[in-house]
């Protein structure tokens, strides 16, 4: 009877356990620590996610661009309105090393993106999102929630909703301001391989 | 104590699977749904039914026909039970808005109160007695600078199903009055 005992609360210790780690897993999907508190300044919390068409990027990838991150659906109007503008800027300042990367938060990406991309001419990459890459982010339930990254892969900026042109183009160029981190990752040369990608 | 094993056992590895499968973000309600009227109706004919919702100040939800077939329109669905139907479902239509920043941009949508009609129609085996409709309004919100994810906000009403209409005995059938004349 006693061994009885033993057994079911290691087992219930065992599946705790179990179930924590699963927890964390589905975290870690998307690696690093999750936004809580102060943005500015803050690390931005990595992850991999696939561009429409499958293929995976990796945001650390981009170490030594300024990043514009931008959380997006189709159905969100204000979203609809800062696309051109993204577009814009993208072409102004790529040469700056800015990389403007959407990431979807529809239900369906696969079936509802490919065609807004096209009316929308959209040129950068646009990535399939998820809950878990939402919540390392502090949770994006509005939408647009936009993140400049600077160089270093720390954020400079985040805005919730939709802003004017030049507060965005004032984000992109204090994100390219931030000097890279010698020790990080050269990859300041490197082309986005997904944004190639989708650009064509 | 075996059994007992079991089934801790399998409970415990459901809640490891049902903890993956939960979504981490809460929905916040931004259409609340006042009481809907008891709906009195009789076998064989329909009666009609009133819902009326209210957008929280400083939000807007698409309207039914919203102007971009990527937004999603706001539509009621219901479940209803044997010998009851919901006929057809009128919308109101939508008020012009526009985001700031882009006032080209018409878009037609619900503020403030809007009320949703249908028709309730009860079969002409229904039997007497009180039946409960359940179903949800499906809308997505926005305010002046962002928009929220896809929700839904549930709908009921009571249905009162009463005793079929008296046979009409024809003594004087209607006549136009121009035969009158």
Not at chain 1, 61 to 66: H, I, N, P, S
Request: include cysteine; glycine fraction near 8%.
């Amino acid at each position: 009877m006693n061994r009885n005992i033993f057994v079911l609360i290691v087992v219930i210790i065992v599946v705790f356990g179990m179930l924590v780690a699963a927890r964390r897993l589905k975290r870690e999907q998307a690696s690093g620590p999750t936004l809580n508190g102060q943005v500015k300044g803050a690390p931005a919390p990595d992850f991999t996610l696939p561009t429409i068409d499958g293929k995976p990027v990796k945001l650390s990838d981009l170490r030594g661009k300024a990043v514009l991150l931008n959380f997006w659906a189709t159905w969100c109007g204000p979203c609809k309105v800062e696309i051109p503008w993204f577009t814009e800027l993208q072409q102004q300042y790529g040469s700056q090393g800015l990389v403007i990367v959407g990431v979807s938060m529809d239900d369906d990406p696969k079936k509802d993106v490919p065609k807004f991309e096209q009316e929308m001419k959209i040129d950068y990459p646009v990535l399939v999102g998820n809950e878990s890459v939402a919540e390392l982010y502090g949770g994006v339930e509005g939408l647009p929630v936009t993140f400049y990254i600077g160089r270093d892969g720390k954020i400079v900026k985040k805005v919730v909703g939709l802003v004017s042109h030049s507060e965005i183009e004032d984000g992109i160029k204090e994100a390219l301001a931030k000097p890279s981190n010698s020790s990080e990752r050269a990859s300041s040369n490197q082309h986005f391989p997904a944004a190639t990608a989708v650009a064509h | 104590m075996r059994p007992v094993f079991a089934v801790v056992l399998a409970l415990s590895f459901s809640g490891v699977l049902s903890a993956q499968d939960t979504l981490p973000l809460a929905k916040v309600q931004r259409v609340t749904v006042a009481p809907v009227s008891t709906v009195q109706v009789r076998p064989g004919s329909s009666a009609p039914v009133r819902m009326t919702f209210r957008v929280m100040p400083g939000f807007h939800i698409n309207s039914n026909k919203p102007s971009s077939e990527l937004l999603i329109p706001t539509a009621v669905k219901f479940e209803v039970p044997n010998d009851i139907s919901i006929g057809k479902v009128e919308y109101p239509a939508g008020k012009e808005y526009s985001f700031s920043f882009s006032p080209g941009e018409k878009l037609a949508v619900y503020s403030g109160e809007f009320a949703v009609k249908a028709l309730v129609i009860a079969t002409k085996e229904a039997p007497r007695g009180r039946f409960r409709v359940r179903g949800a309004l499906k809308y997505q919100a926005c305010d002046n600078r962002a928009c929220y994810p896809p929700a839904t906000v549930p709908v009921e009403f009571n249905v009162s199903v009463g005793k079929p209409a008296p046979k009409s005995v024809r003594r004087n059938p209607a006549q136009s009055p121009h035969i009158h004349k």
